[in-house]
């Protein structure tokens, strides 16, 4: 049987793949929604999002996480993520884009060691289905500000036949 981190990161790349498999724009779980048709993509750019800046720790699947996302430019904002317990599960390096007049968010993971998830040239691909006060919603991932320093992001994930969407639960690094 492979390690908690493991088996956690397999069924969590899963869902992520599955999450962007939709029918039409509608909610997919309680929290997140679907976007099918690109022509119902909104118009956004990279400020509408900025409130994601910053330096983030948290707890989501049950481990910590550590995610930080640097200011825009150049028309995208990087990101990194990290998975662990006592040790590393898994990375992430994401962008938000600018694309056609709206946003998309990119993602690429890789194990401990640091080899990728995904083939060389791919990556996983959520795209903007709605942008509120407070909430930013991609295909299958949506995140809500709750706070200055605090945010909750939910991801739909599949289990066998069933959907169901996971929290992640960011603060502030430092506002403790």
Same mark, same amino acid.
């Given at each position: 049987?492979?390690?908690?981190?493991?088996?956690?990161?397999?069924?969590?790349?899963?869902?992520?793949?599955?999450?962007?498999?939709?029918?039409?724009?509608?909610a997919?779980?309680?929290?997140?929604?679907?976007?099918?048709?690109?022509?119902?993509?909104?118009?956004?750019?990279?400020?509408?999002?900025? &409130?994601?800046?910053?330096?983030?720790?948290? @707890?989501?699947?049950?481990?910590? %996480? #550590? !995610?930080?996302?640097?200011?825009? =430019?150049?028309?995208?904002?990087v990101?990194?993520?990290?998975?662990?317990?006592?040790?590393?599960?898994?990375?992430?390096?994401?962008?938000?884009?600018?694309?056609?007049?709206?946003?998309?968010?990119?993602?690429?993971?890789?194990?401990?060691?640091?080899?990728? &998830?995904?083939?060389?040239?791919?990556?996983? @691909?959520?795209?903007?289905?709605? %942008? #509120? !006060?407070?909430?930013?919603?991609? =295909?299958?991932?949506?995140?809500?500000?709750?706070?200055?320093?605090?945010?909750?992001?939910?991801?739909?994930?599949?289990?066998?036949?069933?959907?169901?969407?996971?929290?992640?639960?960011?603060?502030?690094?430092?506002s403790?």
């Open positions: 049987m492979g390690s908690p981190n493991r088996n956690i990161a397999s069924v969590l790349l899963f869902g992520i793949l599955l999450s962007g498999v939709a029918h039409a724009q509608s997919r779980t309680e929290h997140t929604y679907q976007l099918d048709d690109p022509a119902n993509q909104p118009t956004a750019t990279l400020e509408d999002v900025s &409130w994601l800046v910053g330096d983030w720790v948290g @707890t989501a699947f049950g481990a910590q %996480i #550590e !995610e930080v996302w640097n200011p825009p =430019s150049a028309g995208s904002m990101g990194l993520f990290k998975f662990f317990e006592e040790e590393v599960g898994f990375y992430e390096i994401m962008l938000i884009v600018e694309e056609e007049g709206s946003l998309n968010l990119k993602v690429k993971h890789f194990n401990a060691d640091f080899s990728a &998830w995904e083939e060389k040239t791919e990556h996983l @691909t959520f795209r903007l289905v709605a %942008i #509120e !006060e407070d909430a930013i919603h991609f =295909s299958g991932l949506s995140f809500y500000r709750t706070g200055p320093d605090e945010f909750v992001g939910y991801i739909a994930m599949r289990h066998g036949d069933e959907v169901r969407e996971e929290m992640m639960d960011y603060r502030r690094r430092g403790d």
